[in-house]
């Protein structure tokens, strides 16, 4: 390069000042970061490789930014492109939780049309889909976009839970309405449809699915925490399984397996008709073992006295020994990526010991080789009880030891790769107990009620949901 024969390296984009601050932060471990000189000190950081200025402005970014609904769209540019991907999130959701206010600044109309669809094709949008009508159609408005756009944005905007006034009253009859045929046709089917109108107002409630607790008190097993946020107890199982017992979801059937009172049975609850019955009997012993769905079938996996995974379809009537992780695995957490289970954390023994050690370990079976392996990957915290929330690529997971974790799973070319995102602390509970992400924001499910937790902020929230229709100890949360 042309530097190792002049001897000077330029740096045009940095100034003399930023120069000298650099310099004093990397010889004399001053530092000297601020809102003002953060994303430009990081960016002289990236070019001359100096890893310890650049985690100065991590820090200082996570716990020193103050998003607004008018900075918080340069703020999302700017995260997005360093590939702060956890606080351009962070500045996302400040936009969308705010788009009332941000549909009143200049901003709104400099969105880009990739930005425009990012935002409005989001699922877990808590603010008003009227906002995010208004904010769509400022933005047609001032950019006058190709009709099939058009289309596309209204496609992409919730009409059925817009308020119907402002449908009818400023939306219909408006000229960007008027003059295209396909978006007249979508806002004509709405109002004219039989079809009861949803009475959320959001897409978050709207689209919010049910959570099934794994509650345990006798024969009744699960409690169901509702779309609409109200608890309801769910009929009482044929038996008892005991405590101890593992469940997972595959189409709309839960598949209860395992318990210490009941080693070896399986329980089905079918919830579109409601009902409970009885499966065919696990070949081997389980409890505090792992269920998972994969695949179009149900794997039961390792436990306290067993290293065995089992496996069965809807439609077979007998489980079948299919694998075997070598090692007895309690209190694990699994994940289902593709045609992959990872069984993550928790306990494990090596079969010839006596005792139980916690465990950062991550297994990989294959459900179609069949083959065990054990990751180069680690947990970052050596885990007691593991649970989890999975949204592929992202997993949210929560140990006994108030250990927050936030991974990123992604299945490339056959090839499973993680990566370690987050790590912070909740408080101290105990090791019964399930999560749910939502929004940014970890739900914990235990006898104790519903606590939540902000990612971002990585800081407890107070709840407002109700509590629990009963105690018993938690073994999990399964989403419908």
């Known amino acids: 390069m042309t530097e190792s024969q002049t001897g000077v390296l330029k740096l045009p984009s940095v100034s003399l000042s930023e120069y000298h601050d650099i310099l004093k932060m990397y010889f004399f471990k001053i530092n000297l970061i601020n809102e003002e000189n953060c994303m430009h000190s ?36 700017a995260l997005k492109l360093y590939n702060f991907l956890d606080l351009s999130k962070r500045a996302l959701f400040c936009l969308t939780d705010n788009l009332a206010d941000f549909v009143k600044t200049e901003y709104v109309i400099q969105l880009s049309k990739a930005e425009l669809f990012e935002i409005i094709s989001k699922d877990d949008l808590t603010c008003k889909e009227d906002d995010i009508l208004k904010v769509a159609m400022n933005w047609i408005e001032h950019n ?47 109002l004219c449809s039989a079809q009861p109108r949803h009475t959320s ?15 345990h008190t006798g024969k009744t097993l699960l409690s169901w925490f509702t779309s609409e946020e109200k608890w309801e107890d769910v009929s009482p199982a044929p038996l008892d399984p005991g405590w101890g017992y593992s469940a997972a979801c595959l189409d ?67 489980w079948q020994v299919v694998g075997d992780l070598r090692l007895y695995r309690k209190r694990a957490f699994s994940v289902t990526v593709g045609e992959d289970i990872l069984v993550m954390g928790g306990q494990v023994n090596y079969i010839w010991l006596k005792y139980y050690n916690r465990s950062d370990l991550i297994q990989c079976f294959n459900t179609t080789t069949r083959a065990v392996t054990n990751l180069n990957t680690k947990l970052r915290c050596i885990t007691y009880t593991l649970r989890g929330s999975v949204h592929l690529p992202d997993v949210y997971l929560m140990d006994s030891n108030s250990n927050v974790m936030h991974i990123q799973v992604t299945d490339r070319n056959g090839e499973i790769q993680i990566e370690n995102t987050l790590t912070a602390k909740f408080m101290s509970f105990g090791s019964y107990f399930g999560i749910v992400h939502r929004h940014g924001k970890l739900l914990r499910f235990s006898n104790d009620g519903i606590m939540k937790f902000n990612l971002a902020e990585r800081k407890n929230e107070e709840s407002t949901f109700p509590e629990p229709p009963r105690i018993g100890d938690v073994y999990g949360v399964l989403i419908i």
């Open 201 to 215: 107002t959001t897409r978050f409630v709207a689209n919010r699915p049910d959570v099934f607790v794994l509650h």
């Open 42 to 77: 990081f960016d002289a950081a990236e070019m001359m490789q100096l890893d310890p200025i650049k985690n100065l402005c991590k820090i200082y970014l996570n716990q020193s930014i103050d998003l607004t609904p008018e900075n918080c769209l340069i703020w999302w540019r």
């Open 144 to 190: 006058n976009p190709e009709q099939e756009d058009v289309q596309s944005i209204f496609e992409n905007v919730r009409l059925d839970i817009v308020g119907q006034q402002f449908l009818v009253n400023e939306v219909a009859v408006s000229k960007i309405v008027f003059e295209n045929g396909a978006v007249r046709g979508m806002i004509q089917y709405v």
């Open 252 to 318: 709309d059937k839960i598949y209860i397996t395992g318990g210490f009172k009941q080693v070896k049975c399986t329980l089905v609850y079918d919830t579109i008709r409601k009902v409970w019955s009885v499966g065919p009997d696990l070949n081997r012993e389980h409890f505090y073992h792992c269920t998972a769905a994969a695949s179009s079938k149900v794997y039961v996996i390792s436990g306290f006295l067993t290293s065995t995974i089992e496996e069965k379809s809807e439609s077979e009537t007998q």
